[in-house]
C-alpha cells in the first residue's frame, strides 16, 4: 500500500505537516511537531489530546438571552511528551540551522507509524542522520511511542539527547477565525510531576473546572552506550542521555508514553505505572507487528479501490484517518478535526451520524455500535438540553458538544441546526437496518427513535392536515433560522416514522413491553408520530420544478458568487452573517444532501432541476458540501459531475485545498469521499426493504471495489467497464436490489452482470 511521502522541509507547510502526520489511535492524538521545536516564525500548534477529554470555560456574550450556554466543553492540550533536544558537541540540532541534506517524513498507513529521516549537517559540518518514529498503539490505546534514532555519519564523538515530559502547556486560539477557540488558555494544571520507580516520568496534571484528572507516565529504552540523569525544573521533567558515539554506528532512544484518564478509569494512577511498565518490556518491533495485524483486518474489508494514484492515496488516508479518529468507548466519538488540531475544540456534530458513520456501519458495525451508545449515553443531557429550549417533551441533541449539553455560542447556526436530531436517529434506523440487531434497539434504539419523535411532534405543528417545523436552521450555515428547511423536515418524517415502526417490530417479537412502561407510551403517541411523519409538509416550488430549500430561500435576492473575489471566500470570514442570510447563497448542500438521503421522498426530475439549481448558488465553503454534490450528481446521473465533486473532496486534507488543514484534518469529508464512491458511483442505499446497490462507472475509470457487511454478511462489490460483480464472502445467502432488481447471492457465488 502506498504511504504518505514529503519529500522537503518547507517551513511555510508546518502546520499542515504537523496535522497530516498526526498520530492517533481513536483515544489519543499527537500532533506530529518538531521534537527539537521550531523558531517563533513557523506556525505550530504544539499540541496532544485524548478524545473527550475535556475542561469548561465561560461563553461570554455582550446580551445574553434566556437559555443560551454559559459554559462549553473545549478540548484539552494534554502533557507534552514531544520534546527530544538532540546535541552533536555543543551544537544544537535544529531545522533552522546548518544545512538539511534530506528530509523525509512518511506515514504507512499498513503499519501504523510514521517515520521522519534526515540527514543534517551541522554549521560546523558534523552530519547526522536522524530517523524518528512514531506509533499511537491501536491495540494499547493508552500507548505512544517515540523511536529517536541517530548516526553520526562524518564524525565520532558526544552526543546528548534530553528528551522531556512537559506539563505546562497551552491550547492554541485565534481571534479571527470562528472555527477556532477566541483566546488561548491553559486547562491542565500540574499536581505531581517527579521520576518513580526506576527513572518514569510521572506527571499528574487536572483540569480546571471539570476536574478531571491525566496521568501521564513516560518511560524509555535506550542504547547500551548511554549514561543518564534525570532533571526536573518546574513542570519540565527531563532525561538526559549522553555517549561517545562512534561514527555510523546507530544510538537510539525509545520513549514509551502512557496516558491514562480520570473519565475512563477509576485508578489512573496504578493503571498509567502497569502499563508503562508493561509495555516496556517490549521492543518497538513487538507493537508495530501488532500494529500491522490489526491493519491487516481493517484493511480487508475496509479498502476502496479507486482509480489513479492520486485518489487511491487520498482514500487510503482518509480510511486510516476515520480509524485513527474514532472514539470506540461509547462516551467519545469522533471531533470534526479527529484528533490532529484543535479547530472546532474537540467537539462532535452531525459530521459523525451523517458524513463518517456510513463507512463504519459498512465495514466495522462494532464501532458503529459505539458511535450510537455515545448518543444513547447523553440521551439525558439531551432531555435536559430540549428542556432548556423549551421542549416539554422529548429529546434535543445540542449542536456541538463532548458531554452532551450545548457548547455553541451562536445559536442561529447553532443550537437551531435541529436536524441533528433527526441525523442521529437515521444512523440508528441506517444500524438496524443493516444489522438487523433487534437486541440492541430494544435496549437502547427504541429509546432513542421515541425520545427524538417526541421532540418533533412538539416543535412541529399542524395546520390544515400537514406537519411544519418554523425557525430552525438546516445543515446550510449562510441561511439561518427559516420556516420548514427541507432536510430538517425529511430527517423529522423519517424519524417519526421510525419511531412507530420500531415499537411495530418489537411488539411482533414481543419485545416491547419495557420499554413501552419505561416511556410511557401509548398507542395513540404512536399513531401520532405515524400520521405527522405521513403528513410532515415538504416543499415543491411549482414554477421552478425544483425542491425550496425553506419557506422563503427562493423569494430572496441573488447574486452571482462569480462576481465575488476569490480572496472573499470562505464568505464567512468575510461577510457579516446577516448579509448572507438575505441572499441565495449556501455554504454546503442541503437540498442536495436531502435528495440522495431520501431519494424516495421525491422523483428524480424534481433531483436533476434541484441539483443543478443549488450547484449555482453554493459556495463549498464548508467541506463537508463537495461530497454530497458528487453522491447526488451520481444519482442523477451525471457522472462527470459526480467525479469532478468527488475530486474536490479528495483532496482537501491532502493538498490542503480549504487552507486550513493546520487546524486539523477534516474528518467528515473523509467520510464523505467514501460516501462519493460507495452512495455515488455504486448508488449503494440502506433501505427498510433491503440493500440497494445502482453502480455506475464516471467517465475514463477502468473500475473501483469495495467490501461491505450487512446483515452478517461480507459482500464484495467490484465494476468494471464491462461488469459489476458481487460475490458474497462469508454468510447466509441474501436477497439484495441490483439496479432495482431483486437478485439472490448465494453460497460464496458471484453475480456478474
Ligand atoms: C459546517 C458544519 C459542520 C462543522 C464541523 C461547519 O463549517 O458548516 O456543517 O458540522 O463545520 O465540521
Same mark, same amino acid.
Given at each position: 500500500?502506498?504511504s504518505i511521502l514529503?519529500k522537503?522541509?518547507?517551513?511555510?507547510k508546518?502546520?499542515w505537516?504537523?496535522?497530516?502526520f498526526h498520530?492517533a489511535n481513536?483515544y489519543?492524538?499527537i500532533?506530529?511537531?518538531?521534537?527539537?521545536?521550531v523558531g517563533?516564525?513557523?506556525f505550530? =500548534?504544539? /499540541?496532544g489530546y485524548?478524545?473527550? @477529554?475535556?475542561?469548561? !470555560?465561560?461563553i461570554?456574550?455582550?446580551e445574553?438571552l434566556?437559555?443560551?450556554?454559559e459554559?462549553? %466543553?473545549?478540548?484539552?492540550?494534554i502533557?507534552?511528551v514531544q520534546?527530544?533536544?538532540?546535541f552533536?558537541?555543543?551544537?544544537?540540532?535544529s &531545522?533552522?540551522?546548518g544545512?538539511?541534506?534530506?528530509?523525509?517524513?512518511?506515514?504507512?498507513?499498513?503499519? /501504523?507509524y510514521?517515520e521522519?529521516r534526515i540527514?543534517?549537517?551541522?554549521?560546523?559540518g558534523k552530519?547526522?542522520?536522524?530517523c524518528v518514529?512514531?506509533?499511537a498503539?491501536?491495540?494499547?490505546?493508552?500507548?505512544?511511542?517515540l523511536n529517536?534514532k541517530v548516526v553520526?555519519?562524518?564524525?565520532?564523538?558526544k552526543?546528548?539527547i534530553?528528551s522531556s515530559?512537559v506539563g505546562?502547556?497551552?491550547n492554541?486560539a485565534?481571534?479571527?477565525?470562528p472555527?477556532l477557540a477566541?483566546?488561548?488558555?491553559s486547562?491542565?494544571v500540574?499536581?505531581? +510531576?517527579?521520576f =518513580?520507580d526506576?527513572?518514569?516520568?510521572?506527571?499528574?496534571s487536572?483540569?480546571?473546572r471539570?476536574?478531571l484528572q491525566?496521568?501521564?507516565?513516560?518511560k524509555?529504552r535506550?542504547?547500551?552506550? @548511554?549514561?543518564v540523569?534525570y !532533571?526536573?525544573?518546574?513542570?519540565?521533567?527531563t532525561t538526559v542521555?549522553?555517549a561517545? +558515539?562512534k561514527?555510523?554506528k546507530?544510538?537510539f532512544?525509545?520513549?514509551?508514553?502512557?496516558?491514562v484518564d480520570?473519565?475512563r478509569n477509576d485508578n489512573?494512577k496504578?493503571?498509567?505505572?502497569?502499563?508503562?511498565k508493561?509495555?516496556?518490556?517490549?521492543?518497538?518491533?513487538c507493537f508495530?507487528? #501488532? %500494529?500491522?495485524?490489526?491493519?491487516?483486518k481493517f484493511?480487508?474489508t475496509s479498502r =476502496?479501490?479507486?482509480?489513479g494514484?492520486?485518489l487511491q492515496r487520498?482514500m487510503?488516508y482518509?480510511?486510516?484517518?476515520?480509524?485513527?479518529s474514532?472514539?470506540?468507548?461509547?462516551?467519545?466519538?469522533?471531533?470534526?478535526?479527529?484528533?490532529?488540531?484543535e479547530?472546532?475544540?474537540?467537539?462532535?456534530?452531525?459530521?459523525?451520524?451523517?458524513?463518517?458513520f456510513? @463507512?463504519?456501519?459498512?465495514?466495522?458495525?462494532?464501532?458503529?455500535?459505539e458511535l450510537?451508545?455515545y448518543r444513547?449515553?447523553?440521551l439525558p443531557?439531551?432531555r435536559?438540553?430540549?428542556r432548556?429550549m423549551g421542549?416539554?417533551?422529548g429529546? &434535543?441533541?445540542a449542536w456541538?458538544s463532548?458531554t452532551?449539553?450545548?457548547?455553541?455560542?451562536?445559536?442561529?447556526?447553532g443550537?437551531a %441546526?435541529?436536524h441533528l436530531?433527526g441525523d442521529?436517529?437515521?444512523?440508528f434506523?441506517?444500524?438496524?437496518?443493516?444489522?438487523?440487531n433487534i437486541e440492541?434497539?430494544?435496549?437502547y434504539?427504541a429509546?432513542v427513535?421515541i425520545?427524538?419523535?417526541?421532540?418533533?411532534?412538539?416543535?412541529?405543528?399542524?395546520k390544515d392536515g400537514?406537519?411544519?417545523?418554523?425557525s430552525?436552521?438546516?445543515?446550510?450555515?449562510?441561511?439561518?433560522?427559516?420556516d420548514n428547511n427541507?432536510?430538517?423536515?425529511?430527517?423529522? #418524517?423519517?424519524?417519526?416514522?421510525?419511531?412507530y415502526k420500531?415499537?411495530e417490530?418489537?411488539s411482533?417479537?414481543?419485545?416491547?413491553?419495557?420499554?413501552i412502561?419505561?416511556?410511557?407510551?401509548?398507542?395513540?403517541?404512536?399513531?401520532?408520530? #405515524?400520521?405527522a411523519s405521513?403528513?410532515?409538509?415538504?416543499?415543491?416550488?411549482?414554477?421552478?420544478?425544483?425542491?425550496?430549500q425553506?419557506?422563503s430561500?427562493?423569494?430572496k435576492?441573488k447574486?452571482?458568487l462569480?462576481?465575488?473575489?476569490?480572496?472573499k471566500?470562505p464568505?464567512?470570514?468575510n461577510y457579516h452573517p446577516?448579509?448572507l442570510? *438575505?441572499h441565495?447563497?449556501?455554504k454546503?448542500?442541503?437540498?442536495?444532501?436531502?435528495?440522495?438521503?431520501f431519494?424516495?421522498?421525491t422523483d428524480?426530475?424534481?433531483?436533476e432541476?434541484?441539483?443543478?439549481?443549488?450547484? !449555482?448558488?453554493?459556495?463549498?465553503d464548508?467541506s463537508?458540501?463537495?461530497?454530497?454534490?458528487?453522491?447526488?450528481?451520481s444519482?442523477?446521473g451525471d457522472?462527470?459531475?459526480?467525479l469532478?465533486y468527488m475530486?474536490s473532496?479528495a483532496?482537501?486534507?491532502?493538498?490542503?485545498?480549504?487552507?486550513?488543514?493546520?487546524?486539523g484534518i477534516?474528518?467528515?469529508?473523509?467520510?464523505?469521499?467514501y460516501?462519493?464512491?460507495?452512495?455515488?458511483?455504486?448508488g449503494? *442505499?440502506?433501505?427498510?426493504e433491503?440493500l440497494?446497490l445502482?453502480?455506475?462507472?464516471?467517465p475514463k475509470?477502468d473500475?473501483y471495489?469495495?467490501?461491505?457487511?450487512f %446483515?452478517?454478511?461480507l459482500?464484495?462489490v467490484?465494476?468494471?467497464?464491462k461488469h459489476?460483480t458481487?460475490?458474497?464472502?462469508?454468510?447466509?445467502?441474501?436477497?439484495?436490489?441490483?439496479f432495482?432488481?431483486?437478485?439472490?447471492?448465494?453460497?460464496?457465488?458471484?453475480?456478474?452482470?
Amino acid at each position: 500500500m502506498r504511504s504518505i511521502l514529503v519529500k522537503e522541509y518547507l517551513p511555510s507547510k508546518n502546520g499542515w505537516e504537523e496535522s497530516i502526520f498526526h498520530t492517533a489511535n481513536g483515544y489519543l492524538g499527537i500532533r506530529s511537531c518538531s521534537e527539537e521545536g521550531v523558531g517563533d516564525d513557523v506556525f505550530s =500548534v504544539l /499540541g496532544g489530546y485524548i478524545n473527550g @477529554f475535556y475542561d469548561i !470555560k465561560d461563553i461570554s456574550y455582550g446580551e445574553k438571552l434566556y437559555g443560551f450556554p454559559e459554559t462549553a %466543553q473545549t478540548t484539552v492540550n494534554i502533557t507534552d511528551v514531544q520534546g527530544v533536544k538532540l546535541f552533536i558537541g555543543d551544537e544544537e540540532y535544529s &531545522l533552522s540551522s546548518g544545512k538539511i541534506l534530506k528530509y523525509e517524513h512518511e506515514l504507512f498507513m499498513d503499519r /501504523g507509524y510514521q517515520e521522519k529521516r534526515i540527514l543534517w549537517r551541522s554549521p560546523s559540518g558534523k552530519e547526522v542522520y536522524i530517523c524518528v518514529c512514531r506509533m499511537a498503539s491501536l491495540v494499547q490505546k493508552h500507548l505512544f511511542i517515540l523511536n529517536y534514532k541517530v548516526v553520526p555519519v562524518n564524525f565520532s564523538g558526544k552526543v546528548t539527547i534530553k528528551s522531556s515530559v512537559v506539563g505546562d502547556v497551552e491550547n492554541f486560539a485565534s481571534a479571527d477565525d470562528p472555527r477556532l477557540a477566541g483566546e488561548a488558555q491553559s486547562y491542565l494544571v500540574v499536581d505531581e +510531576a517527579d521520576f =518513580v520507580d526506576d527513572g518514569i516520568s510521572l506527571m499528574l496534571s487536572s483540569t480546571k473546572r471539570s476536574k478531571l484528572q491525566l496521568y501521564c507516565a513516560v518511560k524509555h529504552r535506550y542504547s547500551k552506550a @548511554f549514561d543518564v540523569e534525570y !532533571k526536573k525544573e518546574g513542570n519540565v521533567l527531563t532525561t538526559v542521555f549522553t555517549a561517545s +558515539a562512534k561514527q555510523d554506528k546507530a544510538v537510539f532512544i525509545c520513549k514509551y508514553c502512557v496516558f491514562v484518564d480520570s473519565r475512563r478509569n477509576d485508578n489512573p494512577k496504578e493503571k498509567s505505572l502497569e502499563i508503562v511498565k508493561e509495555a516496556f518490556l517490549h521492543p518497538i518491533e513487538c507493537f508495530m507487528n #501488532k %500494529q500491522q495485524k490489526y491493519l491487516e483486518k481493517f484493511w480487508d474489508t475496509s479498502r =476502496v479501490i479507486v482509480e489513479g494514484k492520486k485518489l487511491q492515496r487520498s482514500m487510503d488516508y482518509g480510511l486510516y484517518s476515520l480509524l485513527c479518529s474514532v472514539g470506540r468507548d461509547g462516551i467519545s466519538s469522533v471531533c470534526a478535526k479527529g484528533l490532529s488540531g484543535e479547530g472546532y475544540e474537540g467537539h462532535y456534530f452531525w459530521d459523525t451520524e451523517i458524513y463518517i458513520f456510513p @463507512f463504519f456501519l459498512l465495514t466495522n458495525p462494532e464501532i458503529a455500535k459505539e458511535l450510537l451508545m455515545y448518543r444513547y449515553n447523553i440521551l439525558p443531557k439531551a432531555r435536559e438540553h430540549a428542556r432548556i429550549m423549551g421542549h416539554d417533551s422529548g429529546a &434535543l441533541y445540542a449542536w456541538r458538544s463532548i458531554t452532551g449539553s450545548e457548547c455553541s455560542a451562536y445559536y442561529p447556526s447553532g443550537s437551531a %441546526q435541529y436536524h441533528l436530531t433527526g441525523d442521529v436517529s437515521h444512523a440508528f434506523v441506517q444500524y438496524y437496518l443493516a444489522t438487523g440487531n433487534i437486541e440492541f434497539m430494544q435496549k437502547y434504539g427504541a429509546e432513542v427513535l421515541i425520545e427524538t419523535a417526541r421532540l418533533w411532534m412538539d416543535v412541529s405543528h399542524e395546520k390544515d392536515g400537514n406537519f411544519y417545523i418554523d425557525s430552525v436552521t438546516g445543515p446550510d450555515e449562510y441561511t439561518c433560522i427559516v420556516d420548514n428547511n427541507y432536510y430538517t423536515n425529511c430527517v423529522a #418524517k423519517e424519524n417519526l416514522y421510525w419511531a412507530y415502526k420500531i415499537m411495530e417490530i418489537l411488539s411482533e417479537k414481543d419485545l416491547d413491553k419495557d420499554i413501552i412502561k419505561m416511556l410511557k407510551i401509548s398507542d395513540k403517541e404512536l399513531k401520532s408520530f #405515524k400520521k405527522a411523519s405521513d403528513k410532515m409538509y415538504l416543499g415543491y416550488d411549482e414554477k421552478l420544478g425544483i425542491t425550496p430549500q425553506d419557506d422563503s430561500f427562493l423569494s430572496k435576492a441573488k447574486i452571482d458568487l462569480s462576481s465575488i473575489p476569490e480572496d472573499k471566500f470562505p464568505l464567512l470570514l468575510n461577510y457579516h452573517p446577516l448579509w448572507l442570510y *438575505r441572499h441565495q447563497v449556501c455554504k454546503q448542500a442541503d437540498v442536495v444532501l436531502a435528495h440522495s438521503m431520501f431519494e424516495d421522498y421525491t422523483d428524480k426530475k424534481t433531483m436533476e432541476k434541484s441539483f443543478l439549481y443549488y450547484e !449555482k448558488i453554493t459556495t463549498h465553503d464548508s467541506s463537508l458540501s463537495s461530497c454530497a454534490h458528487s453522491v447526488l450528481a451520481s444519482k442523477i446521473g451525471d457522472m462527470k459531475k459526480a467525479l469532478s465533486y468527488m475530486e474536490s473532496s479528495a483532496l482537501i486534507d491532502l493538498e490542503d485545498t480549504h487552507n486550513n488543514t493546520r487546524d486539523g484534518i477534516h474528518t467528515a469529508n473523509m467520510g464523505g469521499f467514501y460516501n462519493c464512491i460507495v452512495q455515488g458511483f455504486a448508488g449503494l *442505499r440502506i433501505k427498510e426493504e433491503g440493500l440497494y446497490l445502482n453502480p455506475q462507472l464516471p467517465p475514463k475509470w477502468d473500475g473501483y471495489s469495495f467490501s461491505l457487511y450487512f %446483515q452478517e454478511r461480507l459482500v464484495s462489490v467490484k465494476m468494471t467497464k464491462k461488469h459489476v460483480t458481487l460475490r458474497l464472502l462469508d454468510g447466509e445467502p441474501i436477497n439484495l436490489f441490483l439496479f432495482g432488481d431483486k437478485i439472490k447471492l448465494k453460497d460464496k457465488e458471484r453475480i456478474s452482470l
